[in-house]
């Protein structure tokens, strides 16, 4: 009997068994599996699927363990072997401002002070005489000249209104706005706040410099005020950015009343797809009474109470001014600079808050519950709230609010000890390091910086430091002014790299990968009182997660920021989804001046051009050079011992995949496997196909046929057009330019003084003589046609005698002409490659790109943004493309440019890198 009993036993224990579907109560409402899940936990684990139910985490763990939970009502997703991270937390923003930036007119990017001087000269013909034109938080860091706009060059550029370019507390006025304020010779602040007006010390009248008191100026209001739906539509919107770029919390550091009651608003119609904590703002500068009163009212603000989506948690002050305009306070003077316009060799910047006013703000503050922060830039300044809190902290319960120092750039090896010491957090913005580090390098010197964001310092002490934007103007992860894609805050903290620095920056304070990422999922949990449900992958946790394109624990350091997250969960629910076949959806919401990261890294050999087909949707790039350097092995490209001739590359705008197409029939050109570089492409709208011509053989010269070739995408082939009176073969720099007339059906070809036309009707080629015609750069140009104007346009740049111009062709009257331009052209040589779009909508000529002419690795990349009205023969610059990362040499690839008529979008593919789209309008 015993024996029968275990056989029986054991024949069941071995014959598979059927599984048991869980209650209804416990099955899970979504289970992703197949996947990389970094937990981010203590022990930063790594899993393999997630179960969520309902707006919290069901389990985490091995899929098949998860897909135990798997009911007849759950949503399953394989995913693969994608990525899935805690949804990330950006701890600084300012959202309400930021998403009515543009609310009246777009801002174009001002990356110098011409840009600047353009751009109020601009808004003097838009408004009427006297108004006021106000330019707001464009760094002096940041432009080219590295300084203030003079007051002078204001004038001249609308001496009929008074202009003020304001970073923060500090400006720089025009003669008009200083007299319309007040503010005249030998001018002193005495309205008892801080801050210093510069006089010029000859004469006593003043410069237009404003350090620190901003608040005396008598700026009024231009442009149309918004009513309140429409701020509440713009931030809605904007929080559905911060979804696409992972982010699924953030706290608002210096929130208004009228600012949280937009948040309440949101959240009770249930549009808050993203979870604000927020910092009550406190006026630091007036009475210390009404900053006692701020201190109050954020206590007993019905937000107080613990809630996850929305919830006041402490309290904001400012407490010096910033490093970006010539103000931080530091514990050394800044010396004597023509950067920031400092002639006092003491000058050590400005402390708004004196001690005697900041210990009771922060003890009311403590006693209240509350987390307070001040803006402390300097070092000198977080030396002074360091101090505060000490103090504070030794008769009240400090380390339970999680006091707080904001930005804190300048530190110092005392400020990290004593902040971990007494469980200060630390609130920082990487980027910062990205954008400013080469100024403040020129300003300071290397070994003054040495604690300038000591991340990996912080770490080692114990300290716990966030990553955040200060997200403060425009729309978009890299158009903002203070970029807020959490990816490229991970690749600075990584990288310590900065843009137009060599090199990095203290790379002794470089995090791990793991730390970065604890910088926007852990730390930042901490710093918003999330910690217990937010911030990392855990059963019982709320369900904020993201699924990304790539590990960015393992991939190429440079491939960090431009990770796509293809869909983001807010407690459970979806509020982010991309995928190749979203393409055209995601590019209907891409809003003006603006870019969209589209992925689809680009595959295929270097010095290749892009031609849109848009019968097709299709992106295409046939051939191309071998490169056995190791910066052409991006991930997913042929390797140098395959062929890149004889083949077609194309990103399938459809599907979202790029494919690799071998020709069935005719092959271009038949003998050699690695020809086609530098060949030249237009699309004919008529026959839909790809006109292609020119280019040199492997190896540098000789033996190619120049002769156009079509390519039909539907039918994969090609087929070459045996014209009459071919022009002859092209010099050693190969790769002629063409471009399309629909209106004319001609191919057109410039070479200097002669210009080729082909008719496609008649298969013949037509030699034009073009006496005074633009000169020939060789393959280093672009060319469209300007439908609306009827005529070709065609930048060159002119490497021998280093200019840039821009000429026009009239097919009717075989004539070309220089364009004269209003506001100047894009920057001229060296940086002259560039790719060339029609946005025929806009009837506009968009350029992008740009790269040095070094060829070696000294050269530069640079992703300027033009755009061209011909009717007006007006270049204006825009907005910039996304930053790349340092160390990526640009290699002659920057001509990767076309326009996608269908979704109003010009597609960029930059050197080494993913496929982004760009609307101007």
């Known amino acids: ?33 197949g996947a990389k899940v970094v937990t981010a936990d203590a022990a930063f684990s790594i899993r393999e699927a997630i179960a969520v139910r309902g707006d919290r985490i069901a389990r985490v763990g091995s899929s098949e363990e998860i897909l135990e939970l798997r009911g007849p009502g759950t949503t399953v997703l394989d995913l693969g072997g994608r990525t899935v991270l805690p949804g990330l937390i950006d701890s600084h923003v300012h959202a309400c401002d930021a998403s009515m930036t543009e609310h009246d007119h777009p801002v174009p990017v001002m990356s110098s002070i ?6 109020v000269s601009d808004r003097a013909l838009a408004l009427p005489e006297g108004a006021w034109i106000e330019v707001r938080q464009v760094f002096i860091t940041r432009l080219r000249e590295q300084r203030y706009p003079s007051r002078a060059e204001l004038d001249r550029a609308a001496p009929r209104h008074p202009v003020v370019f304001a970073t923060g507390p500090d400006a720089s ?58 701020r509440g539509r713009r931030l809605a919107n904007l929080l559905r950015d911060y979804n696409s770029n992972g982010i699924t919390a953030v706290l608002d550091r210096d ?94 910047g400005l402390l708004f808050i004196p001690r005697e006013k900041l210990l009771p703000i922060v003890r009311a503050a403590v006693e209240a519950g509350l987390q307070f922060t001040a803006h402390s830039v300097g070092d000198g300044a977080v030396h002074a709230l360091l101090d505060a809190y000490e103090e504070v902290g030794r008769s009240l319960p400090l380390r339970a609010t999680r006091p707080c120092l904001t930005h804190s750039n300048f530190m110092s090896r005392e400020a990290i000890e004593a902040a971990a010491r007494m469980g200060v957090l630390v609130d920082a913005q990487p980027a910062w390091l990205y954008l400013d580090a080469r100024t403040l390098v020129q300003q300071f010197g290397y070994d003054r910086l040495r604690w300038f964001q ?57 995090l791990t990968r793991e730390e970065a990422l604890r910088l926007y999922t852990s730390s930042n949990a901490r710093l918003l009182f999330l910690e217990d449900q937010a911030g990392s992958l855990e059963e019982g946790k709320l369900a904020d997660l993201i699924v990304l394109d790539r590990d960015v624990l393992s991939c190429p350091e440079e491939a960090i920021p431009g990770t796509r997250v293809l869909r983001t969960y807010a407690g459970g629910r979806l509020v982010h989804e991309e995928d190749g076949s979203g393409i055209a959806r995601r590019l209907a919401a891409l809003p003006p001046d603006s870019w969209m990261h589209l992925g689809l890294s680009w595959r295929g050999g270097h010095e290749v051009p892009a031609c849109f087909d848009p019968a097709n949707r299709l992106l295409f790039k046939y051939g191309g050079c071998g490169d056995e350097s190791p910066r052409a092995n991006v991930e997913g490209s042929p390797r140098p011992d395959e062929t890149y001739g004889n083949s077609c590359w194309v990103a399938n705008l459809s599907t979202g995949e790029w494919e690799m197409r071998r020709p069935r029939d005719v092959s271009f050109p038949a003998d050699r496997p690695a020809n086609g570089c530098s060949r030249g492409y237009c699309y004919d709208s008529k026959r839909k196909v790809i006109w292609m011509y020119g280019g040199i053989s492997n190896g540098g010269g000789g033996g190619d046929p120049w002769d156009l070739w079509t390519y ?20 050693e720099a190969g790769g002629d330019v063409l471009v399309y007339d629909p209106l004319h059906d001609l191919v057109i070809v410039p070479r200097g003084d002669t210009t080729w036309v082909y008719g496609p009707g008649e298969n013949a080629w037509e030699e034009r003589k073009t006496p005074g015609g633009p000169p020939r750069p060789g393959h280093y140009a672009s060319m469209v046609f300007d439908a609306a104007a009827r005529r070709l346009v065609y930048p060159v740049s002119d490497r021998v005698a280093g200019t840039f111009t821009t000429w026009t062709y009239d097919p009717e009257s075989n004539r070309w002409e220089r364009l004269a331009e209003r506001h100047g052209e894009p920057r001229p040589s060296p940086r002259w490659r560039f790719g060339l779009a029609y946005d025929s909508r806009n009837a506009v000529v968009v350029l992008i790109g740009g790269s040095t002419d070094t060829w070696d690795e000294k050269e530069e990349y640079f992703n300027d943004v ?56």
């Open 454 to 510: 000591p991340w990996k310092s912080i770490f080692r002490a114990g300290g716990v430091a966030g990553g955040g934007s200060d997200h403060m103007q425009k729309v978009g992860a890299f158009r903002s002014v203070n970029p807020y894609s959490p990816f490229l805050g991970m690749w600075v903290a990584v990288s310590r790299r900065a843009r137009g620095y060599e090199g990095r920056l203290h790379p002794e304070e470089a």
């Open 255 to 348: 929130a208004s009343p009228e600012e949280l009651e937009r948040y309440r608003r949101l959240r009770d119609e249930g549009r808050l797809t993203v979870r604000v904590m927020a910092s009550h703002h406190v006026e630091g500068h007036g009475s210390l009474e009404k900053a006692l009163e701020d201190v109050r009212k954020a206590a007993a603000h019905p937000l107080r109470r613990a809630d996850p989506w929305l919830r006041v948690i402490g309290v904001k002050a400012f407490l010096d001014g910033g490093m970006l305009t010539g103000s931080a306070y530091l514990r050394e003077p800044w010396g004597v600079s023509r950067i920031y316009g400092i002639t006092d060799p003491e000058y050590r």
């Open 866 to 921: 033009w755009v061209l009205e011909t009717s007006r023969g007006t270049w204006r610059k825009m907005d910039p493309g996304p930053p790349l990362p340092e160390g990526r040499n640009a290699w002659r690839d920057c001509r990767h440019c076309a326009y996608d008529e269908a979704d109003n979008a010009v597609l960029w593919m930059p050197p080494y890198g993913d496929l982004w789209a760009y609307r101007y309008r």
């Open 173 to 230: 006025l025009n003669g008009l706005a200083l007299e319309r304020s007040g503010i005249r010779k030998g001018f002193a602040v005495s309205d008892g706040g801080p801050g210093r007006v510069e006089l010029d010390p000859a004469t006593g009248e003043p410069t237009g410099i404003l350090r620190g008191c901003t608040r005396l100026v008598k700026a009024e209001r231009s442009g149309r005020e918004p009513a309140e739906e429409d």
């Open 114 to 119: 011409e840009d600047v001087l353009a751009y």
């Open 1 to 33: 009997m015993i024996v029968w009993v275990l056989a029986v036993l054991l024949a069941s224990a071995a014959a598979p068994r059927a599984r048991r579907l869980p209650a209804a109560e416990e099955a899970a409402d979504l289970i992703l599996h």
């Open 712 to 731: 039909d995408a539907k039918a994969d082939r090609f087929t070459r057009a045996h014209s009459t009176g071919r022009p002859p073969g092209g010099d």
